[in-house]
């Protein structure tokens, strides 16, 4: 580790240049409880001076056993586990575990569930952008952004508790559809809220993308190689930032993205500064999806017609027999998935996420692993940081969103 | 040798041109590729299908456990192409007694924490891994959560 000075060369000829690695670093511990960690991130900063020469990211500290956890409930119930693991975008991964297990079932799930699927996780990647805007720009110092995106946060959490009846945990897409039909005067709630985001979006960008103290603070910061963000794993709104056109919703289309017009916004200067461009844009191009479900929403059920699998409508339980023998066994024993392995990813805001589940054709998943993207996306900190100021640190760990439950599972 | 529809698939074919006792199994199943290895022959299979087949990223690293069954694990390994919009899974199968296998950590250095999180959780070993520690549970945890012979409550004291 340690780098003696080296002999006969005098300390005042390369004082203006690049700090050389003394003798004596020091080991600095940020977290598990760093409040700019966002949760029980604890990293070990190797110093010298304020250059950061080495770190190493220690996690495991939120790690709840979610996975052995999915094989001990049957299909339906693991859906509420789901929220659990990303607790900022609850829906995303509803969504992704719903698709795994639809295409383990070969179950095809109606239009207007689909599209619902979509207007509910668009407005799941606002909630999450926004909290992520509002921290971030707490860490470097701009405190009223917190309070603006937390307001437009309000009226996401009110739109999804009147859906769902909760606020953070929703559960709301079930194998098979939705959990509940869409409550009654949704459309014009979603409306009046989409009808003013995007100047809120102008808002946010008034007070940060012109600011110098913004600027500074994260233009030229926190880059890092595309070729080393693919080795370490890296997706999501990163790799747009340094100019990667990748996105799960355009390159492998699910739940019907392929009918939304919407760009994948990307920039190349690969730093903060871009990564925060990316979302905010992001922000901008899912309001638009939001806004094209809103008006294009096609009429029909919204659960598939698969009654070994769906709940059965109250009304019916107690008019017909066979739907109340059906609800008796989907609520007893679950229902039985055909044996086979499927690996659904989709696009969380944070980046790729995947679903590899394995069914050994009973009622409850044989093996469920998560990829998350906070997992991936954190494995390039040491990377990320290496050299930069610890300030800079802040900046740099801000900007790869990421959330512990979502990292340890 | 090649099923029949897995030899109209161009990974596969090309897989088994560039070593022909490398598959010992495949399918294509709702779409997805699953290739299974020959246990030795993980990383030039990798090597091969990230420099030679445009599967540039390595999407995730986890393991099945098929207990009481024998081989009792499974390696699998999810790649991706950007460029081709494919993806394809890898597996490896491993007995249940010391259950070892090749570190592909030469091949992505993003495999290291993916690793880490299998030796943790199942207690395979990654021969030729650079930093071989548990990630998620305490260092002096005894076991491993994810194997199907490990409890799921506590025990009682």
Request: overall charge negative; aromatic content about 10%; some cysteine.
């Amino acid at each position: 580790m340690s780098d003696p000075a080296i002999p006969g060369v005098s300390v005042t000829a390369v004082a203006d240049e690049q700090p050389k690695p003394g003798p004596h670093r020091m080991v600095l511990n940020m977290g598990p409880q760093h409040p700019s960690t966002h949760g029980v991130l604890r990293l070990l900063l190797e110093l010298d001076g304020e250059n950061v020469m080495k770190c190493q990211p220690d996690i495991g500290y939120l790690h709840t056993g979610i996975e052995k956890e999915f094989e001990q409930k049957n299909y339906q119930q693991d859906v509420t586990l789901t929220d659990r693991v990303d607790y900022l975008a609850p829906l995303s991964n509803n969504l992704g575990w719903c698709l795994a297990t639809e295409k383990l079932l070969g179950l095809e799930i109606p239009p207007q569930a689909q599209w619902m699927r979509v207007m509910l996780t668009e407005l799941t990647r606002l909630n999450s952008h926004l909290v992520w805007l509002g921290t971030h720009a707490i860490d470097i110092g701009a405190m009223s952004v917190f309070l603006y995106c937390f307001r437009e946060r309000e009226d996401i959490l009110r739109i999804f508790e009147m859906f769902s009846g909760q606020r953070m945990m929703t559960s709301y897409f079930r194998i098979g559809g939705l959990a509940l039909e869409p409550p009654r005067g949704w459309q014009q709630r979603v409306k009046k809220f989409i009808d003013v985001f995007p100047s809120r979006v102008d808002e946010y960008e008034d007070l940060l993308t012109n600011n110098r103290i913004w600027t500074g603070r994260t233009k030229g910061i926190g880059h890092i190689s595309i070729e080393d963000m693919l080795d370490l794993g890296v997706t999501g709104p990163m790799l747009r930032a340094a100019g990667l056109k990748v996105d799960v919703r355009k390159d492998t289309p699910y739940t019907s993205y392929e009918k939304f017009d919407f760009e994948v916004p990307t920039r190349t200067e690969n730093d903060v500064f871009a990564r925060y461009q990316v979302r905010v844009e992001e922000m901008r191009q899912s309001a638009r999806i939001v806004k094209q479900a809103l008006e294009g929403m096609p009429p029909g059920a919204w659960k598939a017609d698969a009654p070994h699998v769906v709940l059965p409508d109250r009304e019916k339980m107690k008019t017909q027999m066979e739907a109340l023998i059906y609800h008796f066994k989907i609520v007893t024993e679950g229902f039985r998935v055909p044996a086979g392995e499927v690996y659904q990813v989709i696009e969380s805001p944070r980046g790729e996420l995947g679903y590899y589940v394995v069914s050994d054709g009973t009622a409850r998943p044989y093996r469920v692993h998560m990829r998350t993207p906070s997992f991936g996306n954190l494995q390039c900190t040491p990377t990320l940081v290496m050299g930069s100021l610890i300030a800079d640190v802040i900046a740099s760990i801000g900007s790869m969103d990421f959330v512990l439950g979502d990292t340890d599972r | 040798m090649l099923s029949e529809n897995l030899r109209q698939n161009a990974v596969a074919t090309a897989v088994d041109a560039f070593d022909a006792d490398a598959i010992t199994a495949g399918k294509l199943d709702r779409g997805e590729l699953t290739l299974e290895i020959a246990g030795g022959k993980i990383v030039s299979i990798c090597g091969f299908l990230k420099y030679d087949q445009k599967f540039i990223r390595l999407s995730s690293v986890t393991a099945v456990d098929w207990y009481p069954a024998e081989p009792r694990f499974e390696v699998v390994y999810h790649l991706h192409s950007i460029e081709l919009k494919q993806r394809v899974r890898l597996k490896c199968r491993l007995s249940g007694i010391d259950p070892a296998i090749e570190s592909i950590t030469s091949v992505w250095r993003g495999a290291n924490w993916y690793e880490r999180e299998v030796f943790d959780l199942f207690g395979i070993n990654f021969v030729g891994h650079p930093d071989l520690r548990r990630i998620m549970m305490p260092d002096d945890w005894d076991g491993h959560p994810l194997r199907k012979d490990y409890p799921v409550t506590g025990t009682r004291i």
